[in-house]
């Protein structure tokens, strides 16, 4: 046993004492040269975070038979919508107050896409560039103060 091993074994047995149980023993030196290569924990939580995420982002669940995936962003007033199209396509978008729902892009099939917060529909704007539909709906405000209601009492 060398010198390293020796001191290790004595801090162990003190912490034991400390402690008042019994640990497990002590890792071998062949255990601690395998935990030096740490590259599999970035691999682990990876997997891990792509089986506990949904496959969702930013409230739009893209469609299998679709190409078009929307990037969804939220400004202090505003909420933004990104979609990547073709120049063939000839959207119609349809706002609602908590989605968007855009035909034309797939045959037949309407995209909707789910917002973060509720929206001013007929305050949006929608604008195409480079192979980029962008779509910019103000924010609704909620009133937080309360209302108050008389009781009546029968």
Same mark, same amino acid.
């Given at each position: 046993?060398?010198?390293?091993?020796?001191?290790?074994?004595?801090?162990?047995?003190?912490?034991?004492?400390?402690?008042?149980?019994? *640990?497990?023993? *002590?890792?071998?030196? /062949?255990?601690? #040269?395998?935990?030096?290569?740490?590259?599999?924990?970035?691999?682990?939580? #990876?997997?891990?975070?792509?089986?506990?995420?949904?496959?969702?982002?930013?409230?739009?669940?893209?469609?299998?038979?679709?190409?078009?995936?929307?990037?969804?962003? #939220?400004?202090? =007033?505003?909420?933004?919508?990104?979609?990547?199209?073709?120049? /063939?396509?000839?959207? =119609?978008?349809?706002?609602?107050?908590?989605?968007i729902k855009i035909e034309g892009l797939?045959? =037949?099939?309407?995209?909707?896409?789910? *917002?973060?917060?509720?929206?001013?529909?007929? @305050?949006?704007?929608?604008?195409?560039?480079? @192979?980029? *539909?962008?779509?910019?709906?103000?924010?609704?405000?909620?009133?937080?103060?309360?209302?108050?209601?008389?009781?009546?009492?029968?």
């Amino acid at each position: 046993m060398s010198r390293d091993d020796s001191l290790n074994q004595a801090r162990w047995e003190a912490l034991e004492s400390i402690l008042g149980s019994k *640990l497990p023993a *002590l890792p071998s030196k /062949q255990q601690m #040269e395998m935990w030096k290569d740490t590259s599999w924990v970035g691999d682990y939580v #990876e997997k891990v975070l792509e089986k506990s995420i949904p496959k969702k982002w930013g409230g739009h669940e893209p469609n299998p038979s679709s190409k078009h995936t929307a990037e969804v962003f #939220e400004t202090h =007033n505003y909420v933004i919508v990104k979609l990547k199209m073709n120049d /063939q396509a000839n959207p =119609n978008v349809k706002i609602r107050t908590d989605q968007i729902k855009i035909e034309g892009l797939v045959k =037949n099939k309407a995209q909707i896409i789910k *917002l973060p917060c509720h929206v001013i529909p007929s @305050g949006s704007r929608a604008s195409y560039k480079d @192979g980029i *539909l962008q779509i910019k709906m103000k924010k609704k405000k909620i009133n937080k103060s309360y209302h108050e209601v008389n009781v009546r009492y029968l």
